[in-house]
């Protein structure tokens, strides 16, 4: 029986044994199964999500939930460099920033399994640096639910920031998820400012009888050019972007303070200038000093020199960066 049902079997062409095969595969399979996938990846994310807002994750993880499909869901994921020995200051300030965001977005009324947040650190997913041939942190990068990320799913850190709300803006614009940014309250500058207002207070108070400091000039002068090397060094383009300290390569640990571009600048970058704006003033004092005074000769030819040695130098500091950050500027003094 058995022989005859292989001759029968044998005989059969090759549509006739694709059709019989088609009805004894369960409709569907690899249909439910993905689904099946689908869901568990879902319901994992949103398990991870429930305990903390940012899920942290290896090279495994990351392949899994983040890279492989199926996948209907968008993915925030934030590369950075956390460990105390990669010494990565603007790392921990970006990560404030972003779990600052991620908490908005988890205890919001509009939370929901569209759209995670996830970090992965360099010596936790090293491999996933590699993969995607990542040479800085940190980094922020959307994969949306479908397809590849795209140029623009890549923040512009350097240009933009890493403050919660331009973050949330371009989330807004890669997901159509809107995130209001919810910033645990923060009394520090009122207190400041209240201790300021107190010590000003109580020095006009002991002064009463004698208040005609307020008529010195010297004073007035020293204040407003305070204000003056503030706004020069871009202090309020950094309080609206809110842009890193440095940068640190996480690869070979190399730290920048000067940014490469004209369109964006580093914290410490306004630093030095305000530092190399003050001792070019500073030089121009002592250059003014020396040639309106009546004193000794040799006293004002001394300070004449130390003006000169003083604008001349950090002019030149001043200008090499300029140099740097308007590449093709064809100008330079003493300092290339």
Not at 248 to 263: A, E, F, L, R, T
Not at 286 to 300: I, M, Q, Y
Request: hydrophobic residues 45%; proline residues 4%; positive net charge.
């Amino acid at each position: 029986m058995a022989s005859v049902w292989a001759k029968s079997f044998a005989n059969l062409s090759v549509p006739t044994l694709f059709f019989l095969l088609l009805i004894c595969l369960p409709p569907g399979g690899g249909q439910k199964k993905k689904e099946n996938l689908l869901s568990e990846k879902v319901e994992q994310m949103m398990e991870w999500s429930s305990r903390r807002s940012v899920v942290r994750m290896n090279g495994d993880k990351f392949r899994r939930f983040v890279k492989a499909p199926p996948r209907n869901y968008s993915v925030i994921v934030m590369f950075t460099a956390l460990q105390p020995q990669r010494q990565c200051s603007v790392c921990r300030q970006a990560n404030e920033e972003y779990q600052v965001l991620a908490n908005s977005w988890r205890y919001s009324s509009a939370f929901s399994n569209k759209l995670f947040f996830t970090v992965v650190d360099y010596d936790e997913g090293a491999d996933v640096f590699q993969q995607l041939n990542m040479n800085s942190a940190p980094t922020f990068m959307h994969f949306p639910a479908k397809g590849k990320p795209k140029r623009a799913d890549t923040f512009d850190l350097q240009r933009i920031g890493f403050a919660s709300e331009q973050l949330a803006k371009w989330i807004a614009d890669r997901t159509d998820v809107q995130i209001r940014v919810f910033r645990p309250p923060n009394y520090s500058g009122t207190i400041a400012l209240a201790l300021l207002v107190s010590l000003v207070g109580g020095l006009l108070y002991l002064r009463r009888n004698n208040l005609e400091f307020i008529y010195n000039k010297t004073g007035w002068a020293m204040a407003a050019l305070c204000v003056v090397f503030a706004m020069t060094s871009g202090q309020m383009w950094n309080h609206i972007r809110g842009p890193p300290y440095a940068h640190k390569n996480p690869q070979n640990g190399q730290v920048s303070y000067i940014h490469g571009s004209s369109q964006a600048q580093f914290v410490a970058e306004s630093h030095i200038i305000l530092l190399l704006n003050a001792a070019i003033t500073m030089g121009m004092v002592l250059l003014n000093e020396a040639a309106t005074s009546k004193g000794d000769v040799g006293k004002r030819r001394i300070i004449c020199l130390v003006g000169l040695g003083l604008v001349v130098f950090f002019f030149s500091f001043l200008l090499s960066i300029f140099r740097s950050k308007y590449h093709g500027y064809p100008y330079s003094f003493l300092i290339k």
